[in-house]
């Protein structure tokens, strides 16, 4: 089962050439969901080899331009490419007076419904959820309300030893007991024990999204051991009072957070364009937190089954 | 003197990916004049080298997505940029409210003044002009208010042959006559008429933009002479029927367009994403106007002084 982000855009406000604004697809069990969607994002997603239709549901972060320019221009491509499936939009308040206004304003009579699902910013809440995924909001200290997402797979059913079930011949009842926890005894009299005998097949996976934000000491609680974690780090360590006159991180606060979190790896994005030589930024990270990584476009991030 | 346009984007309301939504820019001696402005425009602009602070004024021929979503990402990247200098946008109503409402819910303070300038579409008027340019504004029939845009070389001051001058050791009172176009008579009885000692340096040159349209036997009028003329061709000669549904024009309305005009050269462009072979439309094109080409992106056409 793929969970794997890859990253479409990682600029900070100030697109250069070669760097877009935010833009992420999480690819969990062939179901896409979009995480920020800045100017551009539909090209790159078609370069990336990704059709739009599959996109099941989009999460917006906060309601600055480089996070939502390029969600106007996708819902339109997907209109024309026949979209007839709803779309979920999770945003702050208030993006559905924004996407009202669009309507009036411009000729696009979508073909399909969008449902928009307020994010409370100020809030951790389960927000999103199907058979393989919850997705939870994260609050986030930016200088308009803005939220992260925890994007985490279920805890998966218990499986039983197959070598145990046919040495002792278990019946269907007994086998369903073992999986809820029970102990059993066989005809033989002999007991057994569900924890000697079950296993969970692998740990539930998880990926956390948080851009833009200062640092924020309470968030490594809401993300105790994820996998993989990107936090914005818009400046180096050197401008960290720019960083917090305008809500954002360093390269250090975001390695800090990641280590506090117990996180398994780091990604690290919305790299200032001051910043010519991103691997200074990446190395600072690096000194806090070994397994830092830049969020690079076109790079995919996966999380294996362990 | 420069007198060229740079295609940075010419697909119609799909774009595909490498072909992306309307924008042009036109050059008139180093004066930076764009012409709609799709998503990604800012971006194209960086790849071409294109300052956008060198923008100095903004036509919108539609509020149709594809020619303006990228207008407000580019506004905020100019403010990032530190313009300082006041932004024309001439467009359609509403945009004036379109714009208000972006300040209310987006986060963009800018550092310049935007003036809006309203274009009535439904009228032939001088919209703008300065020292060297003036640009009239040319009913189009789309299926919303739609306007294009002619820009043309002001008429320029009339020479006097310098060999004349000094043979006949004219006054500067004598010269500045002549080039009104009056006659004089020299000290020594000799009638000089202006026609035959005065001449225009060059002929001032002209671009036409046409987009979106269906076919218009007036907009010729309005155009005559055009040095070069991009006239929309969403569809193929043989989807004439779907182009007038959807206030669209063919290949081949579009070269007789360029016939009745007059033109000097055609650009095709806005084709649909249905057609994979674009030379096919160009060709349609140029068996009833030789000198049709398509408006490719990233090609720059320019208008030489004759």
Redesign the interface.
């Known amino acids: 089962m793929t969970f794997k982000v890859t990253i479409l855009g990682s600029s900070a406000?100030?697109?250069?050439?070669d760097k877009?604004?935010s833009a992420q697809i999480l690819n969990v069990s062939e179901q896409f969901y979009l995480i920020d969607c800045g100017?551009?994002t539909?090209?790159r997603l078609?370069?990336m080899g990704i059709n739009p239709l599959k996109i099941n549901s989009i999460f917006i972060s906060h309601?600055?331009?480089?996070h939502i320019?390029?969600l106007?221009?996708l819902i339109?491509?997907m209109s024309?490419?026949g979209r007839r499936t709803k779309l979920k939009i999770f945003a702050p308040r208030?993006f559905d007076?924004?996407m009202e206004?669009h309507k009036r304003?411009?000729?696009?009579g979508t073909g399909y419904e969008i449902e928009f699902c307020e994010v409370r910013t100020r809030e951790n809440n389960l927000i999103f959820e199907n058979k393989v995924m919850e997705v939870y909001s994260l609050p986030l200290r930016h200088?308009?309300p803005c939220s992260g997402f925890l994007f985490k797979e279920k805890t998966l059913p218990i499986n039983i030893r197959k070598d145990i079930v046919d040495r002792l011949q278990l019946g269907i009842a007994q086998v369903v007991a073992l999986k809820r926890g029970e102990d059993i005894i066989t005809e033989d009299g002999e007991c057994i024990t569900s924890e000697s005998v079950t296993y969970i097949p692998y740990q539930p996976r998880s990926y956390a999204y948080c851009a833009d934000t200062q640092y924020s000491a309470k968030l490594a609680g809401l993300i105790q051991g994820v996998d993989l974690l990107f936090h914005e780090s818009t400046f180096a360590d050197i401008d960290k009072a720019l960083a917090k006159r305008t809500g954002h991180s360093t390269t250090t606060q975001a390695a800090k957070l990641a280590l506090n979190a117990g996180a398994k790896r780091l990604l690290l994005g919305h790299f200032s364009a001051r910043y010519s030589d991103t691997s200074l930024l990446v190395n600072e990270a690096r000194d806090v937190f070994k397994d830092s990584f830049e969020a690079k476009e076109g790079h995919t991030f996966e999380i294996q089954r362990y």
Do not use: C, R, W
């Open positions: 406000a100030m697109p250069t050439v877009h604004h100017e551009g539909q090209n078609m370069k309601l600055h331009g480089d320019y390029g106007f221009p339109s491509t024309l490419m208030p007076e924004i206004n304003y411009f000729d696009i200088n308009i």
